[in-house]
Structure formats: C-alpha cells, structure tokens
C-alpha cells in the first residue's frame, strides 16, 4: 500500500534561517507531488505542485522553493526565513488524473 | 481563475439536525471537486467526489453546474461529523482548495 512520510513534525527556526522539509512517497511511481500551506481563516493554499522529475509548478512567489530530486522525493526549501513563513505545511500526492489527494500528517514551522 | 469558496468558517448545529456545507467554485473547464474532512488529530482525508455520486457517513453532495455549487449535506447530524471541511477543486494538475468550515454538532 502506498504511504506518505514527512518530516520533521515541528520545527523552530530563527528568522534568516535556511529551510529544508522533505515529504517521500512509498508504494506508487511518478506520483503528482504538493506542498500546501494551512493558515487559520485561509484554508489551504497550493505553494508547489510536481508532476515529475524536475518539474515544478510555483503557485505564489514568495520566499519558498520546491524541488523534485527523485522520483519519490519532494523537498520544501528557504534559503532565508521570514517571520511570515510560520504556518503549518503539508505535503501531498495523487497519481496523474482525477485521483484525490492522500495528505502527510505535516510540519508545524515556527520563524522567531 | 480557478477558486473555491467556503462562505461559512463555522457552522455549528444540533445533532440530528440537517447540515449544509456551502461550497462555490469558478472554473473555466469541466469541474472535478471533492470535499476533504480533518477530523481533529487527524490527517486531511476525502471524504467523497463528485464523479462518484455516492454517500459517505451519511454525507451527499450534488454538483449544480447552473449555480456553481457544491454544497455538501447530511440530513441527521452526528457528534461524530465534528470537524473541518474542505471544498476543493481539480484543475489540470493542481488542486485548489476553499478556506475551510469549522463544523461543530452540539449533543
């Protein structure tokens, strides 16, 4: 069966701190890959969305990037936090199509 | 433009009265929405799709292309369907989703 993973759960991180969060798919192949942001109030909004290797889709500019080093593999990155980066993200995946999303249990990130 | 709208961020009900999570959509193509649920503790999980037409804990949804709807219904309400509801709509590869109903049934 397929799984999710991703880590870490929660994370603290000063303000001009680098980022790294990363989210692996077991069980399928050439998954679509999300990140998604959830904020109070404003639902869930999609940062990054992959369909494969190397490609990646930017939803809103900002601070954030996103790469697809393989297959399986989808990592969230900042060079630099701001203190508007805090929030709760979630990673996702569905195969290509009309499939649903199947979400990871996400990472609380707190800037301060 | 793609979006979802969730008109209402709390509902709260009685239980074994009906309940109706309003969802509208703008959408240039051919729909294909969901409703997710999180129940607390819990992972974000489907709770059903339109093309499946089916009822899931109790819940139906109907697509109304007219008025762009989504609304998600359940006649009798349970403690047990506390929880957040999300509307979400597919597009070519993504997924956008509303802001959210925070759904309380009070006993």
């Known amino acids: 069966s397929q799984t999710i993973h991703q880590w870490p759960a929660t994370l603290v991180q000063p303000v001009g701190s680098p980022l790294s969060l990363e989210c692996t798919v077991e069980?399928?192949?050439?998954?679509?890959l999300y990140w998604y942001r959830q904020a109070a109030g404003r639902g869930l909004q999609l940062l990054f969305y992959s369909v494969g290797i190397g490609q990646i889709s930017s939803e809103v500019p900002q601070n954030l990037s996103a790469s697809r080093p393989q297959d399986r593999q989808f990592i969230l990155s900042s060079k630099k936090l701001l203190l508007s980066d805090s929030g709760f993200y979630l990673c996702a995946w569905s195969v290509w199509g009309g499939a649903p999303l199947h979400f990871g249990n996400g990472t609380r990130l707190t800037v301060t | 433009a793609q979006r979802v709208t969730q008109p209402e961020k709390l509902l709260s009900v009685f239980k074994g009265a009906p309940v109706e999570l309003k969802c509208n959509y703008s959408y240039s193509g051919s729909p294909e929405l969901f409703w997710y649920v999180q129940y607390s503790r819990q992972r974000l999980q489907l709770l059903l799709r339109?093309?499946s037409r089916e009822s899931i804990k109790g819940f139906t949804a109907d697509l109304n292309k007219g008025e762009t709807s989504f609304h998600l219904k359940k006649p009798f309400a349970q403690e047990e369907d506390s929880a957040m509801y999300y509307c979400?709509?597919?597009?070519?590869?993504?997924?956008?989703f509303g802001a959210g109903t925070r759904l309380t049934v009070k006993p």
């Open positions: 339109h093309i």
């Open positions: 979400a709509l597919r597009g070519n590869n993504d997924m956008r």
């Open positions: 069980g399928t192949s050439n998954p679509n």
